[in-house]
């Protein structure tokens, strides 16, 4: 997908296209070619890891029909953006650097699709905190005792009976008629 993208800059960079375009639609096509990926893991219920290895071949010929084999070359295209310096001091690529990495962080530590990025992978503790939804350490705890083989805390009887309890209100609410649950009457008010 990169070689695809970089073949395809090149190609309109030696054109004589503006800089700054090229990059957005080096970008562009890269997000293109995940969009297909995604679309084609989605379709066919594989693996995006498999998609991902079997389109790098159609995205390498695809590179190598744009350039025709060609190696293109970019002699002085980027010089501006890797030798302009902000206040004739500070290099603009740290600056381009920098605000990519602040803008991950905050992507990564302050939206839910981050916490989901991050809970994603292999870090246990971040799983079980993700959105805060089991901050109890409930599960924790039960995992816990299943492990050392103690008695939780709260015993599964009384979880059961919860649970009866709750979908017979949720049933109750459906059909907008008492439900029996357990030999007990669970009025219901037609509301979800």
Do not use: W
Not at 4 to 14: G, K, P, R, V, Y
Not at 36 to 44: E, H, K, L, T, Y
Not at 146 to 170: T, W, Y
């Amino acid at each position: 997908m990169l070689g695809l993208a970089m073949c395809a800059m090149a190609i309109m960079l030696n054109g004589g296209m503006h800089p700054v375009l090229v990059s957005v639609l080096g970008i562009l096509i890269c997000v293109a070619c995940s969009v297909f990926n995604g679309a084609v893991s989605i379709a066919f219920q594989a693996p995006s890891f498999v998609v991902t290895l079997a389109t790098q071949n159609i995205y390498y010929s695809i590179a190598l029909l744009l350039t025709n084999g060609y190696m293109q070359t970019l002699y002085g295209k980027y010089r501006t953006l890797a030798s302009f310096r902000i206040f004739g001091v500070f290099p603009l690529i740290y600056l381009i650097l920098i605000l990519g990495f602040v803008s991950i962080h905050v992507i990564l530590k302050h939206t839910r699709t981050g916490r989901h990025v991050y809970a994603i992978g292999t870090n246990e503790r971040a799983v079980q905190t993700n959105d805060n939804q089991t901050n109890s350490g409930v599960i924790d705890s039960f995992i816990e005792c299943q492990e050392s083989g103690r008695e939780p805390e709260i015993s599964g009887e009384s979880v059961l009976q919860a649970m009866r309890a709750v979908f017979g209100s949720v049933e109750s609410s459906q059909k907008g008629r008492t439900v029996t649950v357990n030999g007990e009457d669970q009025e219901g008010t037609g509301e979800a």
